[in-house]
């Protein structure tokens, strides 16, 4: 345990992060999730709607640094491929 004053604060910081990051962690993984589940599905109508929403996502966790930026840009180019293929 620390025991200098800003240690405790920096363990405090570090522990309201790592939630925070668990929590994104989490929402990326599930919209990454149902969007993929809509293309085995076929259905482009709602891989368009959870396509903007896992590009809201992945844009917040970029912006947290929870994933890189470029990570975050190579896994909607991709995934935006992947529906345009299933529309043609």
Same mark, same amino acid.
């Given at each position: ?11 405090? !910081? ?26 085995? +599905? ?5 891989? !368009? ?21 470029? !990570?975050? +840009? ?15």
């Amino acid at each position: 345990m620390p025991q200098r004053l800003a240690a405790k604060r920096a363990l405090r !910081k570090s522990k309201r992060n790592n939630s925070r990051n668990i929590a994104l962690t989490g929402k990326v993984k599930q919209a990454v999730k149902k969007f993929k589940s809509d293309l085995t +599905a076929k259905n482009a109508a709602e891989g !368009k709607t959870s396509l903007q929403a896992l590009h809201s996502v992945l844009d917040k966790a970029a912006k947290k640094s929870l994933i890189h930026p470029n !990570k975050a +840009a190579r896994q909607k180019s991709r995934l935006t491929k992947a529906l345009n293929k299933i529309k043609a």
